[in-house]
């Protein structure tokens, strides 16, 4: 199946009679995309769904508005890095737990055989990345994960290319540093 351009997509959608099927192809090219964006933020699969059907309705609400200043990838990408540190931060301030601890909570959940059928090299992986600070960890899972460029990275984050670039170099570092520790060998 043919991948259908972003400007077609935009185009679609403005015009009233084909907004429906346009928005049905973006479902199609990013939704995916953006649920494992937002699984490895948040971890559980149920509130991953929640949050992906939250993503796509403010992309639903506000496609009309784009203004086509970044790329459509990285726009709907930066809502769901935002409604996903949204959702961590509630969820912290709910239980009234540091985010640390949501961290490690999550890490936890993650041997849970709903979460996690990989191996064990994969799930110390998994578990290196919920210790890394909010922003290395958002930076690291794009760069690793979705193999985005810099320049995605900080139109999504809005945090120049060389900040990205050390915080990925020191998040990688520290991933490194827990897997030895747990030895485990690459």
Avoid: C
């Amino acid at each position: 199946m043919k991948q259908v351009e972003d400007a077609e997509i935009i185009a679609k959608f403005s015009e009233e009679k084909t907004r429906h099927e346009a928005f049905n192809l973006l479902l199609s090219k990013y939704q995916q995309k953006i649920y494992w964006h937002i699984r490895r933020l948040v971890i559980d699969h149920d509130d991953t769904d929640d949050l992906v059907q939250d993503v796509f309705v403010k992309v639903w609400k506000n496609l009309g508005t784009f203004r086509n200043d970044s790329q459509l990838y990285t726009w709907i990408y930066r809502i769901a890095t935002n409604e996903s540190i949204t959702f961590l931060n509630k969820k912290k301030q709910k239980n009234n737990t540091p985010l640390d601890e949501v961290s490690g909570e999550l890490a936890e959940s993650m041997v849970e055989p709903s979460y996690f059928n990989g191996d064990q090299i994969q799930l110390k992986l998994q578990q290196a990345i919920l210790t890394l600070p909010e922003k290395q960890r958002l930076i690291f899972n794009m760069k690793y994960f979705d193999d985005m460029k810099y320049e995605e990275i900080s139109q999504v984050l809005g945090t120049t290319v060389g900040a990205l670039k050390a915080s990925f170099h020191i998040a990688v570092k520290k991933i490194e540093h827990f897997m030895l520790n747990d030895n485990i060998t690459f």
